[in-house]
């Protein structure tokens, strides 16, 4: 029997994975939440049973390769953010004529798309050299009341991960729930400090902080004219569950691994062995290759059709897709139990 030839994601199919449920969402705030539903299965069961067929896209782009409709897909997913979270908060909280069912399965939809495609999105786009497409990362973060991610993410997390100054990395034996209130507050500050250094250097021009602020303040408003208060109250809701999507993703992605401390008190460069993997084919696809995240954290500026998967001696590798590893871990017993084993060969 043949073998198969294990080959690099294509662009169409980031395209199509990662943008086929924002039009299924959109579709049930027009036409009735059964299309809605249908985003969910899309992105979990679906998206469960496609990741189980191994050995098609798994491969590596080859070295320099260049992606020129990368950012463009980048900014389709950020765009689609933008629009796709007032028509909800409406859809939820307003005049829709939706039903309780289909008002759900838009919320619980649009938080899902927010948290596991938009936040990959912004986050390769705070990486990018080019200030316009920093500033619609940014502004995807502002407009899930987390833009402070925006400097806590590039200036502690890149820096720090893998130790005890990292908020956003988890201990081995802590909870998601503990990690989730320490690592938003330890970051909130670690950022705000980080930002404050760079201007005690003589960094100029509006304090982030008070953009993020200010941004989320506009962002509530925003909700109370779509649909009074509970308007407000749901677009929070959003932003928590789309916050929460992200911070899962944090905590099993760099869970319990520890960078050595040197002779000299510093700590050991970050290496693949720092962050967890996935190789399954099709989440990569839709989470903007998110999952390939040892890469990430050696090219922080590599795009991300072109980040490479290390060999399973390398790296550590999760057995599970990340969002099923996120689901596990969102039981804490459950999670360090089933961690334990493909853990200790790291520590």
């Given at each position: 029997?043949?073998?198969?030839?294990?080959?690099?994601?294509?662009?169409?199919?980031?395209?199509?994975?990662?943008?086929?449920?924002l039009?299924?969402?959109?579709?049930?705030?027009?036409?009735g939440?059964?299309?809605?539903?249908?985003?969910?299965?899309?992105?979990?069961?679906?998206?469960?049973?496609?990741?189980?067929i191994?050995?098609?896209?798994?491969?590596?782009?080859?070295?320099g390769?260049?992606?020129?409709?990368?950012?463009a897909?980048?900014?389709a997913v950020?765009?689609?953010?933008?629009?796709?979270m007032?028509?909800?908060?409406?859809a939820?909280a307003?005049?829709s004529?939706?039903?309780?069912?289909?008002?759900?399965?838009?919320?619980?939809?649009?938080?899902?798309?927010?948290?596991?495609?938009?936040?990959?999105?912004?986050?390769?786009?705070?990486?990018?050299?080019?200030?316009?497409?920093f500033?619609?990362?940014?502004?995807?973060?502002c407009?899930?009341?987390?833009?402070?991610?925006?400097?806590?993410?590039?200036?502690?997390?890149?820096?720090?991960?893998?130790?005890?100054?990292?908020?956003?990395?988890?201990?081995?034996?802590e909870?998601?729930?503990?990690?989730?209130?320490?690592?938003?507050?330890?970051?909130?500050r670690?950022?705000?400090?980080?930002?404050?250094?760079?201007?005690?250097?003589?960094?100029?021009?509006?304090?982030?902080?008070?953009?993020?602020?200010g941004?989320?303040?506009?962002?509530?408003?925003?909700?109370?004219?779509?649909?009074?208060?509970?308007?407000?109250?749901?677009?929070?809701?959003?932003?928590?569950?789309?916050?929460?999507?992200?911070?899962?993703?944090?905590?099993?992605?760099?869970?319990?691994?520890?960078?050595?401390?040197?002779?000299d008190?510093?700590?050991?460069?970050?290496?693949?062995?720092?962050?967890?993997?996935?190789?399954?084919?099709?989440?990569?696809a839709?989470?903007l290759?998110?999952?390939?995240?040892?890469?990430?954290?050696?090219?922080?500026a590599?795009?991300?059709?072109?980040?490479?998967?290390?060999?399973?001696?390398?790296?550590?590798?999760l057995?599970?897709?990340?969002?099923?590893?996120?689901?596990?871990?969102?039981?804490?017993?459950?999670?360090?139990?089933a961690?334990?084993?493909?853990?200790?060969?790291?520590?």
């Amino acid at each position: 029997m043949q073998a198969v030839t294990s080959r690099p994601l294509p662009m169409a199919l980031f395209a199509l994975a990662s943008l086929l449920p924002l039009a299924l969402f959109g579709a049930g705030v027009v036409c009735g939440g059964w299309w809605a539903v249908a985003g969910l299965v899309y992105m979990t069961g679906f998206a469960a049973c496609l990741d189980q067929i191994s050995g098609w896209f798994q491969g590596d782009a080859a070295e320099g390769a260049e992606f020129p409709a990368a950012d463009a897909l980048l900014v389709a997913v950020a765009l689609g953010a933008l629009g796709l979270m007032p028509v909800a908060v409406w859809a939820v909280a307003g005049a829709s004529g939706l039903s309780v069912g289909g008002q759900l399965a838009v919320f619980a939809g649009t938080g899902l798309w927010l948290g596991q495609v938009a936040n990959p999105a912004a986050h390769e786009l705070i990486h990018r050299p080019s200030r316009g497409l920093f500033r619609l990362g940014a502004l995807v973060y502002c407009w899930l009341l987390f833009g402070h991610h925006t400097s806590a993410h590039r200036l502690v997390h890149h820096r720090h991960a893998a130790s005890a100054q990292d908020p956003n990395t988890a201990r081995s034996g802590e909870g998601y729930y503990a990690f989730l209130l320490r690592a938003w507050g330890g970051s909130f500050r670690r950022g705000w400090a980080a930002e404050d250094a760079l201007r005690a250097k003589g960094k100029t021009g509006l304090h982030p902080y008070a953009i993020y602020i200010g941004m989320a303040l506009v962002c509530l408003g925003l909700g109370f004219a779509i649909a009074g208060v509970w308007g407000a109250l749901v677009w929070g809701a959003l932003a928590v569950h789309a916050q929460c999507q992200l911070m899962l993703s944090d905590y099993v992605q760099h869970y319990g691994l520890v960078r050595a401390v040197r002779a000299d008190g510093r700590l050991e460069p970050v290496s693949v062995r720092h962050s967890w993997n996935a190789p399954h084919w099709f989440s990569s696809a839709f989470m903007l290759n998110a999952p390939r995240h040892s890469d990430h954290h050696a090219h922080p500026a590599r795009p991300y059709p072109a980040l490479s998967l290390p060999g399973r001696e390398e790296a550590p590798m999760l057995p599970w897709p990340l969002p099923a590893a996120c689901m596990i871990a969102l039981c804490p017993p459950l999670w360090k139990r089933a961690i334990r084993p493909h853990l200790k060969p790291w520590l």
